[in-house]
C-alpha cells in the first residue's frame, strides 16, 4: 500500500466534514434577513458613510496586519525547531538564536517607531 493513503484519506475526510457541515448549515439555518441583519457589524457603533471609491483604511490596519504575519511565521518556525532540537545540536541552536535575533529587531523597530502604539 502507498505510504500517501492515509494522508489522502484524512484529508478527504476534512474536506468531506467541512463540505457536509456548510450545506447543513445552509439548510437548516434560519432565513429570516432584514435590514439590521444585512447591515455591516461595527461593534454596535452607527456605520459611518463611505466615500464613493470606498473610502480608505488607516494604515495601522495594515501595518497590524503585517506584525500578525511575522509572529505566525516566527511560530511556524519555532515549533519543528522545539521538536527536533536534540538532533540539530549546536548549529541549530546558532541559527534559531540568529532568526529570533532577526525577528526581534523587527520588533524593537515597530515599537520604537510607535507602531505598537494605538490613538
Not at 85 to 95: H, M, P, S
Not at 102 to 115: E, K, L, N
Given at each position: ?17 467541512a463540505a457536509i457541515s456548510v450545506v ?33 483604511f488607516p494604515v495601522k490596519y495594515f ?57
Open positions: 500500500m502507498n505510504p500517501y493513503v492515509p494522508i489522502l484519506v484524512i484529508g478527504a475526510i476534512g474536506f468531506g466534514f447543513a448549515a445552509a439548510i437548516t439555518g434560519p432565513k429570516r434577513y432584514n435590514r439590521a441583519k444585512s447591515d455591516a457589524y461595527e461593534c454596535g457603533i452607527e456605520p459611518s458613510p463611505q466615500a464613493a471609491g470606498g473610502g480608505r501595518l497590524t496586519a503585517m506584525l500578525f504575519i511575522v509572529f505566525d511565521i516566527e511560530i511556524v518556525f519555532l515549533y519543528p525547531w522545539a521538536v527536533t532540537f536534540d538532533k540539530l545540536g549546536l548549529f541549530g541552536l546558532v541559527e534559531m538564536m540568529i532568526f529570533i535575533l532577526t525577528v526581534f529587531i523587527a520588533y524593537a523597530y515597530v515599537w520604537r517607531r510607535g507602531g505598537l502604539e494605538w490613538d
